[in-house]
Each structure stands twice: as C-alpha cells, then as structure tokens.
C-alpha cells in the first residue's frame, strides 16, 4: 500500500508545495487532507509562479489525479476562481480534480464571523480572516454543511439561509458587527453551488481503491505542525490538524498505509501571525532574513517573522510524527551571511529544559542555546549535488542533520522546480 505523506516541520510556510510539485510526478494520486483556503502553496515552473490555496499542487502535472479530501473546509469562491486562473493559464483540470463529497464548506458567514472575532477579541490570534475556524467549528458542533448537500440545490439553499440567520444573531448581538444580507448572500453562495457540481464525488472510494490497486498516492498537509490545533503553540494556532496525524481521518486512509512520511523545513524559521516564536529575531538580521527569502505570506502578503533555525522544535515536531526523512528548503537563502546560528536546546532560568514548552507562559521564559556555524558566500542555486556545495553550506546541512535525527532526503537551493539536490 503505497502512501506518502508530506507535512510541515515548523509554523508553516515551509515551501510544501514546491516540494509536492517535485514529487507529484512520481505520484498518481494527490490528496490534499486539511486546512482551507488559508494555505497558500507557491510552485515556480518554467519562469511561471503559481499560487494554490486549496488545489494540490499535483495539478500543474499533467494526467495526475488531485483530490480535495474530507479534511478541508472549502470556499467555493476561492476554488472557482482557482480553476478559471488555471484553466487560463493552459493547464487542464477537466477530471482531473474531485472534491470530497464530505468536506465542509467555509461560506461568508463563517469569514464574517472570523473577521468578528479576530476584529473584538483581546487576545488576537493573528487569522488569515477567511472563516477557517468558524468552518472548523460548525462541522465539531454538527450544524455544517457539507459539498455532497449542493446535489439537493433547495434543501442546500434552506440550510445556508438558516446558517447565515444564525451568525447574523452572533455577529449582531454578541460582535457588535453588522449582519450579512441572507438573501444575497444565499443567491451568491447558490450560484457558486451550482458550478461545483461537476467537481463533487465519493473520494474515500477513490483513494482506497487507488491504495488497493497499488497506485501511488500521496497526501498533502497545510500550515506546519506549530500550528496544529492539537500539538501546536495553542491558542495561536490553526483549526485543523495539520500533522500526519490528522492525514489518516482528512483523507480516510488507514494509518497502516502510510510508508513514507517525509517532513519539510527551511534553513531557517519564520512564522505569520501572532504566538510563540524562540528564535525570533527582532534586528536587522530579521529583516535580512526576510527581504533575501521573500517571506510575506501567499494568502495575505503579510510579511513573516523570521529567525534562527530551531532544533528543537524540529526534532519535537519529527519525533510526534514519525517522520522518515527531512526536505531542507531555501539554503540558498543564507547565502552572503557571515555566520549562521542553529538553536540546539532551551533552557529556563539557566538550567537546560527538558521538556518542550506546552503554552505560552513556558515559551515566554525559553532562552535558546545557539551554536554558531561559517556562513557561505557561493552561488549554490546551480548545485544538484550534496558534495559539491560549498564547504560551510554542508557543514551546515551535516550539522542539521545530525540534529535532526533523521537524514536530509533533499535541499531546495532556489525556487524553480529542478532547482533541488536530490543525492
């Protein structure tokens, strides 16, 4: 039963979605397991950057199966308008993409909701705003609504009508928000409804009897494991599960299936939004960071937090996960810094912590323990060889890894697809 998984090491952001595009093509087929449309994965192929925030970025192969599974919550808005970009842009999706019959559908009022929230609340969160986690929230307190109901368009339309009443008395009487028009917005929400039809299948089905017949498949997680709503810096974190824990009931395959989970890392950390973040650095090296790896977010262009590489929430992360194997990405980011800094442990009060942080309060008082390695100044984009980096740059690969645990299956060392070392 051949299944792959790939998921984030840190707080998202990590460049999944190149890494799925490289290995899509070895795959049959793509399932995407959680989130929503506040993912956004970027692919560059052939001078071309496409943006994905709820189509698996297997779709940019051509013949591969994609599949939006049970797991996400899905805006029909933003996957329509994902489809018409792509079909304008040559690249045929016709039955190539199914969505799960039993995913949960994220509408206006859940992004009203969450703009709400987010708008009023005293401790912000630091949400995209695209109703991730009021979706989330209907589907555990069993008032969602689900793809395969748009196949009864009227009792479809009732349901939506009386959601959106709903949150139109939360957002009024406990927000202090204004209301949505509920006719409007039950003729938008219909119209789009009525385009996803086609799109709409039993994708439990499909993606069992692809594991039975021997087909490869592979499962695509958003956001990092620090965001996981379960494992991660809670409460600043997302509503789903984003870990290969969450990657066996978003996609319904059994956990036995699973034979290759491989985790993606950058050389270095960043983080959008608000939460814990050890490494974090506040200087100009920070901002550095941030102009040389271009780190402002794909779905909101907020620009990233960025820091050190840190250790030990990698190893955490590769430890909960049983993760095989690591993705280094964007090494070529470090090039032109003097010296690089890995966090190698925490201490609290002087006295090393052996425990990782469960909330806030812990994190607040987490001092990393740093060691400090050569930086490199070579050009290592043109490299497909570990051995022919440059000399720093696979020290600091060998340092990483022996780290980790676990080894480095490949290093991303630019944006575009072929830009990776793979031996």
């Not at 970027?42 to 779709?59: A, M, N």
């Not at 940019?60 to 994902?82: M, R, S, T, Y």
């Not at 009487?173 to 003729?187: N, Q, R, S």
């Not at 973040?277 to 990233?304: I, K, M, Q, V």
């Amino acid at each position: 039963m051949p299944v792959g998984c790939v998921v984030g090491l840190q707080w998202g952001d990590e460049g999944k979605g190149k890494i799925v595009d490289l290995l899509a093509s070895d795959a049959d087929v793509i399932v995407r397991f959680q989130g929503g449309a506040n993912a956004g994965h970027t692919v560059k192929v052939g001078g071309e950057t496409f943006v994905l925030h709820l189509i698996p970025s297997g779709i940019l192969h051509p013949g591969k199966q994609c599949v939006i599974a049970n797991g996400v919550v899905l805006d029909p808005d933003v996957f329509l308008e994902e489809v018409d970009g792509l079909v304008a842009r040559g690249i045929d999706v016709e039955g190539r993409l199914v969505i799960a019959e039993r995913a949960h559908l994220a509408l206006p009022h859940h992004r009203a909701l969450d703009r709400g929230r987010e708008h009023t609340a005293t401790t912000k969160i630091g949400t995209t705003g695209r109703g991730i986690g009021p979706a989330y929230a209907d589907k555990v307190n069993r008032v969602g609504i689900r793809v395969g109901e748009i196949r009864d368009i009227d009792r479809f339309a009732g349901r939506v009508r009386e959601n959106t009443a709903r949150a139109n008395d939360v957002l009024t009487k406990l927000i202090g928000a204004e209301p949505l028009d509920v006719e409007e917005t039950v003729e938008g929400v219909v119209a789009a409804a009525r385009r996803l039809l086609p799109w709409i299948g039993d994708t439990v089905t499909l993606v069992q009897e692809a594991i039975e017949s021997d087909r490869r498949v592979f499962l695509e997680g958003a956001q990092g494991i620090h965001l996981d709503v379960d494992f991660g810096t809670y409460p600043f974190v997302t509503s789903s599960s984003a870990s290969v824990l969450g990657a066996g009931p978003g996609a319904g395959v059994p956990g036995r299936a699973l034979d290759d989970v491989l985790g993606v890392a950058k050389a270095y950390s960043t983080r959008v939004g608000e939460g814990p973040f050890p490494t974090e650095l506040l200087d100009a090296t920070g901002e550095r960071l941030r102009e040389a790896g271009h780190e402002f977010g794909s779905t909101t262009g907020r620009p990233r937090r960025c820091g050190w590489f840190d250790a030990v929430a990698t190893r955490w992360a590769i430890r909960l996960m049983g993760v095989d194997a690591v993705v280094l990405t964007k090494l070529d980011t470090l090039r032109g810094f003097e010296r690089l800094r890995v966090a190698t442990g925490y201490r609290v009060d002087g006295k090393p912590l052996t425990a990782f942080p469960f909330d806030r309060d812990g994190f607040e008082s987490v001092e990393p323990v740093y060691e400090e390695l050569d930086g490199f100044e070579d050009d290592v984009s043109t490299v497909r060889r570990r051995a022919d980096l440059p000399k720093a740059a696979r020290d600091y690969c060998d340092f990483l890894e022996g780290q980790l645990g676990v080894p480095l299956r490949m290093i991303s060392v630019g944006k575009e697809r072929n830009e990776v070392i793979t031996s």
